[in-house]
Structures are given as structure tokens and as C-alpha cells.
């Protein structure tokens, strides 16, 4: 047996390998655009003819990541009748793709992973076993429990992982940034890496992380690609392509000193920069530019923001945002149509509400507003590709047919409106 990332290979007699799927589930999908998930290292398919997809059944596609050691070369939709995937067919369309980037570091800076959860115990049980299977040698691992109403997370940790490296502590006050600060205040490591608790981190990802602090001067903050690790439903495919975070392959470096001329709201672009879900800061420039702000997030009335808040402070306290793919975290998208509702509800919460948090900044209002009329255009232009759907499957198994599907996008662009007055409750709440 083989362990690529966190794929399992096993070379067989008939010279094929079995890979397994990026995330395990147990249903079978009945979306007929659904793909299977998972990763192949091309390095590794010497003397194998054909690949065998394990957990495969009702899929007749699949999605692989294409890598070549721990570097990312790109994704790949390939058909995959029967579970098997013939090497030939991957490798022509792997041959598509850009070379991979360089993504070895000379140093193993130490780091403390921050994992923030609430109430949501069978959750965080794979994503910190994950996380312990780490190819790194110096780290540690806190887990907050924020705003707990039962005792079964704690009990969990304790029962289950007796791990030097691992600590438990408790953030009673609801909401993702004070739970973030209250693990940023504990953490010894030189960087804090911070993930969610339904994903399943790469085997590489902090030798990614560490990688991406060596990119560039003066790098306060690194993230990473968050791919989807299961797409059995429309409505994961739809989050899928809604969101940017689960494409970008490219390093990038972001900075004041160096606009991007493609981005013409820069440093105000949501989604370009990467997400909650897979990002490092350096610690002591996290705590200089006060950490994270609590009437943001998760668990509070704005329902999110506070990480494209984060980036966003980095980059205009004259710091680097480094995004670097090779940092892999795998992610459970919402399976169902009306938890997907629910989900981008609280996106666009979170979007108005830092929106607003801007806006009442005479220092980035100012810089919002003169990039106002190339952003609007912006907004609007992928609002409606997201719309239509720009994938293939997309478009034709869901955008169209679906109503809840629209019902998804009428719903997120109605609650950004909705953002400014919760943004303006919460920090009114959090003074009394």
C-alpha cells in the first residue's frame, strides 16, 4: 500500500491501483452530474494500466486533482465507467495542465492549528484524526470549543485522542472570531494555521503553508485550495462553482506594493484571496493588527466576513497574502438544497456586513469608493455567471430546471442588504 496525500493506493495484481475517494461517504448520488472526488499523484502510476475508484458506485465521472509529489498541477473531469479509469485517458488530459510549482520548503517553522467548533462532535472527530496524520515535524493543535450547549465535544477529545500535541479549551461566547482569538492567544507556534471542522486537511498541507512563507517578503498571511471533496448533489455542485477558493491552482502573492491588474476592486475582493476554511497568519502580526473582529463570524448576527476581513487588514497593514494550492484542505459542501440556502444566506450576511465595516472606515471608504463603478460591474458580471452556472454539468442538470437553485443566489444577494444593520447590532451589543 501506498500513501499519497491522503489517498490510500494499493498496487494490484492486474497492474492497476485503487484510489480512494477525498472524503467517504456512504450515499450513493441520484444527481446525474455528479463526480467522484479524489486526488492522483502521477509519480506514482509506474507500471499500472488503469486506476480502480473505490466507493464508486452511481458515478460514471470523476474529478481528480492532479499532483506530482506534494506540488498541484490542476483538476481534471474525466469519465470513469464501471470505477475504473484507464491511465491513458489521464494522462491525456492531465497533459493539459500547467506544470506543477515548486512547493518544497528549506524550513519547518512551528505551527499551532487552531480547529474552532461547536456542538458538532462527529464532525471534528475525522477532521482532527486528519490532522494528526500530518507530514510535519513541528506542530500542535488547539481545539476550541466555542459556545458549547452539551459536554460531548470535550468528552470526545478526551476519550479518543491521547495526544501530547493536542489541547482542548473552551470560548463560551458564541462566535467564530472570539473562538479564533481565544486559540490565536494560547498558540505557541511561530504561525497559527486555522481550519474548519468539516474538512479533512491534505497530508502536505503545513509543509504547503510553510512553503508559502517563503514566497515573498514580509508574508503575514498564506492560504490554501479548498476543493471539494464530495460533489454527489446540485447542490454541491452549485457551491462548487459558486465559489473561487476551490479552483485557484496558481501561486499567487498579493500586496499593496504590486496590484493585480485583473482584480480592479484590489484589496477589495472577497474570494480571490481564499477562505476561512484554510489560512495561516503570522502570530505576532495577527495580534499587532488586533486579531479578529468579534462582530464578525459565525455565531454572531452577521453570520460571517471575518476572514476576508482578516486578509483584506494584512494586506493594507503593508503585509503579503500568499496563496499557495500546494496547502490542500478537502471540504464537505452542503448536500441538501435547503441547508445550501441557509449556508449562502450567511454568506451574504457576512459580505454585507464587512461591506459595511468598509464603508464606515473613512480610510478604505475612501478607496472602496473610487474602485465603486469597476466593482459594481464586477459584482454583477459574476453574479450572473454564477447564475447561469459555468460548468457544462452545471448549466444543464441544474441551473435552468431547478427553482431552488435560483431561489440560492436570490437568496445571498438579498441578505448582503441585510448585512449592514447586523454588523451595526452586533457592535452595538458587543459594548454593553
Known amino acids: ?104 520548503t528549506s524550513s519547518t517553522p512551528s505551527i499551532t492549528v487552531i480547529v474552532c467548533t461547536r456542538d458538532r462532535a462527529s464532525l471534528l472527530r475525522g477532521a482532527i484524526a486528519a490532522i494528526l496524520r500530518l507530514d510535519y515535524p513541528n506542530f500542535d493543535v488547539i481545539v476550541v470549543d466555542n459556545g458549547a450547549s452539551t459536554d460531548e465535544t470535550r468528552d470526545m477529545v478526551r476519550d479518543e485522542f491521547q495526544d501530547p500535541r493536542l489541547v482542548l479549551i473552551s470560548e463560551p461566547r458564541p462566535g467564530l472570531s472570539r473562538a479564533r482569538n481565544a486559540g490565536l492567544r494560547r498558540a505557541r507556534g511561530d504561525i497559527v494555521a486555522f481550519t474548519d471542522d468539516d474538512v479533512v486537511v491534505d497530508e502536505f498541507w503545513l509543509r504547503g503553508i510553510a512553503s508559502g512563507f ?15 471533496g464530495e460533489l454527489r448533489s446540485a447542490a454541491q455542485g452549485y457551491f462548487d462553482e459558486r465559489v473561487n477558493w476551490s479552483k485557484i491552482v496558481a501561486p499567487k502573492v498579493f500586496s499593496m506594493a504590486d496590484p493585480p491588474a485583473d482584480l480592479p476592486t484590489f484589496p477589495f475582493c472577497p474570494g480571490a484571496f481564499g477562505t476561512g476554511a484554510n489560512f495561516a497568519l503570522d502570530r505576532r502580526t495577527a495580534l499587532a493588527l488586533g486579531a479578529f473582529d468579534p462582530a464578525l463570524g459565525v455565531g454572531t448576527r452577521t453570520c460571517g466576513g471575518e476572514d476576508i476581513d482578516m486578509f483584506t487588514r494584512v494586506i493594507l497593514g503593508g503585509h503579503s497574502l500568499v496563496v499557495q494550492p500546494s496547502a490542500i484542505v478537502w471540504h464537505r459542501h452542503r448536500a441538501e438544497l435547503e441547508d445550501l440556502i441557509v449556508q449562502v444566506s450567511g454568506y451574504g450576511k457576512g459580505l454585507g456586513s464587512w461591506l459595511t465595516k468598509i464603508l464606515l472606515n473613512p480610510r478604505t471608504a475612501r ?66
Not at 72 to 100: C, I, K, N, T
Not at 370 to 375: F, I, L, M, T, Y
Open 1 to 104: 500500500m501506498i500513501e499519497v496525500g491522503n489517498e490510500f493506493v494499493v498496487a494490484t495484481e492486474d497492474a492497476g491501483l485503487d484510489i480512494a475517494p477525498s472524503m467517504g461517504t456512504e450515499a450513493v448520488p441520484d444527481w446525474p452530474g455528479a463526480l467522484w472526488v479524489g486526488a492522483v499523484d502521477l509519480d506514482t502510476l509506474a507500471g499500472s494500466t488503469h486506476l480502480r475508484l473505490q466507493d464508486s458506485v452511481g458515478y460514471h465521472r470523476a474529478r481528480l486533482l492532479v499532483r506530482s509529489g506534494p506540488s498541484v498541477r490542476g483538476f481534471v473531469d474525466v469519465d470513469a465507467p464501471g470505477g475504473v479509469l484507464d491511465r491513458g485517458v489521464l494522462e491525456s488530459a492531465a497533459a493539459a495542465l500547467p506544470a506543477a510549482a515548486a512547493s518544497q
Open 214 to 228: 517563503e514566497q515573498a517578503p514580509d508574508v503575514a498571511c498564506v492560504t490554501g485550495l479548498v476543493p471539494a
Open 367 to 432: 478607496m472602496a469608493i473610487a474602485r465603486g463603478p469597476q466593482g459594481a460591474l464586477h459584482f454583477l458580471r459574476n453574479a450572473r455567471n454564477h447564475s447561469l452556472g459555468q460548468n457544462a454539468a452545471i448549466t444543464t442538470a441544474t441551473a435552468p430546471r431547478d427553482p431552488l437553485i435560483a431561489k440560492a443566489l436570490r437568496t445571498e444577494l438579498v441578505s448582503v442588504a441585510r448585512g449592514p444593520l447586523n454588523y451595526l447590532l452586533e457592535r452595538r451589543s458587543g459594548k454593553t
